[in-house]
């Protein structure tokens, strides 16, 4: 159970910017099933007000969002108050070198960092298809460059969802309406602790 800090359920509204690829766009899904509306459902229930940007965009690489990122966050209002970032999966799928990921990770998390917004970085991990060097120096990425910026940490955002065909969609890569749900109910502790308004994030 969340215990919020004093204040979290007051009129102070938070802006959310999720920038990802499509785990993050919803593809697939009916818009009111996808993650970021369900996760600002889910936030409000809780009595946060905060507004989701959905920043996803299908087929995305670290490399293109490292091209797209500095405009998308420039085009906001006013700088979010959180960025939960989501990127990489298609760069294992294609095979693209662990190290282009890690610099261009690397890069966008340094960028968040001298626009002093703060982050939550959400973990990929390959498919173990692509062998086990490359699984390895992928999977390594996400914790590593985690503590170098010491930003909050969600380990694997597919969590309790990848390779379950009853939670996927005909792809097997893509959450159904089911799986999205696990994905939001298992995150939403992480996007409130990392706004400020609770304790350690623990799994539900």
Not at 110 to 131: E, H, S, T
Not at 176 to 193: F, H, L, M, S, W
């Amino acid at each position: 159970m969340l215990v919020l800090a004093h204040g979290a359920m007051a009129g102070e509204a938070k802006t959310i910017l999720a920038f990802g690829d499509s785990l993050t766009a919803g593809h697939g899904l009916d818009p009111a099933d996808s993650y970021t509306v369900l996760l600002e459902k889910k936030l409000k229930a809780q009595g946060i007000d905060a507004k989701v940007v959905n920043a996803g965009v299908s087929g995305d690489t670290t490399s293109g969002g490292r091209e797209r990122f500095d405009w998308t966050l420039d085009g906001l209002s006013a700088p979010p108050d959180l960025v939960i970032l989501e990127l990489g999966a298609n760069d294992a799928l294609r095979g693209v070198s662990p190290d282009l990921t890690r610099n261009n990770l690397d890069w966008m998390l340094g960028q968040l960092k001298k626009r002093g917004i703060p982050v939550l970085f959400a973990g990929m991990m390959a498919p173990p298809n692509m062998g086990q060097e490359f699984e390895a120096k992928f999977n390594a990425i996400y914790p590593a460059l985690a503590k170098k910026y010491n930003v909050a940490f969600y380990p694997f955002f597919l969590d309790g969802v990848a390779a379950n065909p009853a939670l996927n969609q005909a792809d097997g890569i893509h959450p159904n309406a089911k799986g999205e749900q696990i994905v939001v109910d298992r995150i939403t502790p992480y996007v409130v602790r990392a706004l400020g308004l609770a304790g350690p994030a623990t799994k539900p």
